[in-house]
């Protein structure tokens, strides 16, 4: 396993660990000068970051400042009650998959989506089956434009606590079956973004991100999870605050040959997204070398 | 599948459910005083209970009554830092199937433990691997002395949202694997506690059921899970308010031969825990003939 004590070469910030500083907004160029003050050399930016300072900007300080994106947050979303909502959200990832490619991104990481309605409060029906069923379809057909931009898609397996409202595929195994699925070949096409929050108490794990091998591990998520945690979205630990053995899991993933950047992402309302953001930053950095 | 629709004679209550009234703790001999006033067959009451209100009344009231445990709440907790809470543990275990047995619970249902310390907030290690190590041999050693006692153990998968405090045991497969290892006869003296509130999501879920068969389906508990859900503990759903596909589940378990109750288990802080209990029973059976 690489050797993170002496530095951040490999640390990667997922700009929703800082969206926040003290209490308010935090512009992705703010967020982007931050990481660039302090060495950290790759981001991993969201759309609706990117769309409110302009994406030719972005793209623009990106390449100035020679930053890499370890993925792109994010497609998926793919379900819907209707034809039209189905075709919305396809073309809606084709513009993902577009300004990832612009940002010259590893990869479109995918949040599935789940049962419609339900993150809104009410969900359409109770069908998970139908629901997963689209998002294979949805991520098939996205996978044909995917390739042909040659831009990896990344499902990211949420945890279970978000099986009705934000991503039906919950596993490794499930998000790996849906590869075999639809890549047999393990072009490098479709994989999965590993991230130790969603997947961490899975006795399964280990012998799935064995499976998954090098071609499929195309993004590496990390925080940590806080006993209590008091909300089910927004409050995710820093590394090394919780009870996740993150260092196992780096070791089984880069056992595989994984030598990507390990991306910090922090939900958290109450906490990180209350201190100022340089600091959180500079805390990333200090547990990126002690705790991952 | 049983038509539930023209009575409630296979409707069970978790004593949990109307742990207090209008918010005011509720006594375990008014909570079977309100269920017998209905016509409530059978109960699954927390041992909790029954030591404030004392096992020799709550037997006699039992037996009085002409009621059946469902199941009993619970044993397991079986993981500890040293040998003496291993021990301490083990030993308690053996009263809760002392207590199942003089109540002539169907089983003892066993909630299995995870990072000892974690659900007082500081975990004393991250090692899960250890915690289900301690797990496995805590059943197993339970196992002799509760088939002496002829009292089948329930292993209760928990959401993998309480992998950390309350059960390391997450999927119906981590738990008929269990069974597999322990028990591997089937004899009936080790199986499963479906609880649809925790395995709802899994997409192995139709398989795994089928996997345990008869004679591993001990119990099955019906609650439902709300968007959003606002407490990971004590915000769960009367069946029918979420978005839990029960009957299917309920068929897929009665398919299998499973003839049991359909035991209610709802903790709701904020809602149902505030209503006046007698009006919650009445809901349960109303939703019991229309949603489960």
Same mark, same amino acid.
């Given at each position: 396993?690489?050797?993170?004590?002496?530095?951040?070469?490999?640390?990667?910030?997922?700009?929703?660990?800082?969206?926040?500083?003290?209490?308010?907004?935090?512009?992705?160029?703010?967020?982007?000068?931050?990481?660039?003050?302090?060495?950290?050399?790759?981001?991993?930016?969201?759309r609706?970051?990117v769309a409110?300072?302009?994406l030719?900007?972005?793209?623009?300080?990106?390449?100035?400042?020679?930053?890499?994106?370890?993925?792109y947050?994010r497609g998926g979303m793919f379900?819907a009650?209707?034809?039209?909502g189905l075709q919305a959200a396809h073309d809606d990832n084709r513009r993902a998959v577009d300004e990832a490619r612009e940002l010259?991104a590893?990869c479109l990481v995918l949040? /599935?989506? +789940?049962?419609?309605? =339900?993150?809104?409060?009410?969900?359409?029906?109770?069908?998970? %089956?139908?629901?997963?069923? @689209?998002?294979?379809d949805g991520i098939a057909q996205l996978l044909e434009y995917a390739r042909s931009a040659e831009m990896p898609l990344?499902?990211?397996?949420?945890?279970?606590?978000?099986?009705?409202?934000?991503?039906?595929?919950?596993?490794?195994?499930?998000?790996?079956?849906?590869?075999?699925?639809?890549?047999?070949?393990?072009?490098?096409a479709?994989?999965?973004?590993?991230?130790?929050?969603?997947?961490?108490?899975?006795?399964?794990?280990?012998?799935?991100?064995?499976?998954?091998?090098?071609?499929?591990?195309?993004?590496?998520?990390?925080?940590?999870?806080?006993?209590?945690?008091?909300?089910?979205?927004?409050?995710?630990?820093?590394?090394?605050?919780?009870?996740?053995?993150?260092?196992?899991?780096?070791?089984? /993933?880069? +056992?595989?040959?994984? =030598?990507?950047?390990?991306?910090?992402?922090?939900?958290?309302? %109450?906490?990180?997204?209350? @201190?100022?953001?340089?600091?959180?930053?500079?805390?990333?950095?200090?547990?990126?070398?002690?705790?991952?």
């Open positions: 396993m690489r050797d993170f004590s002496q530095d951040h070469r490999w640390l990667s910030i997922n700009t929703a660990t800082i969206r926040k500083s003290k209490g308010v907004e935090l512009p992705l160029p703010q967020i982007i000068e931050a990481c660039v003050e302090r060495d950290i050399r790759a981001i991993s930016p969201w609706d970051q409110a300072a302009g030719p900007l972005i793209s623009r300080l990106v390449k100035q400042h020679g930053l890499e994106l370890s993925g947050c379900t009650t209707d034809a039209g010259n590893k949040v /599935v989506g +789940a049962l419609p309605g =339900a993150l809104a409060g009410k969900a359409a029906h109770k069908n998970l %089956a139908l629901a997963r069923d @689209q998002v294979t990344a499902i990211e397996p949420l945890h279970p606590m978000y099986a009705a409202d934000r991503a039906c595929i919950n596993t490794m195994e499930q998000a790996l079956d849906v590869c075999d699925d639809l890549d047999p070949g393990k072009t490098g479709l994989g999965v973004a590993v991230d130790v929050y969603h997947v961490w108490w899975d006795p399964k794990l280990q012998a799935q991100i064995e499976r998954a091998g090098k071609e499929r591990l195309l993004a590496f998520h990390v925080c940590d999870w806080l006993t209590p945690t008091t909300d089910m979205l927004n409050d995710r630990g820093m590394m090394g605050d919780g009870v996740i053995y993150i260092p196992q899991i780096r070791r089984w /993933v880069e +056992a595989q040959g994984f =030598a990507g950047y390990s991306e910090v992402e922090i939900f958290s309302a %109450a906490n990180w997204w209350q @201190q100022e953001h340089g600091e959180t930053l500079d805390t990333c950095i200090q547990r990126h070398r002690s705790a991952v």
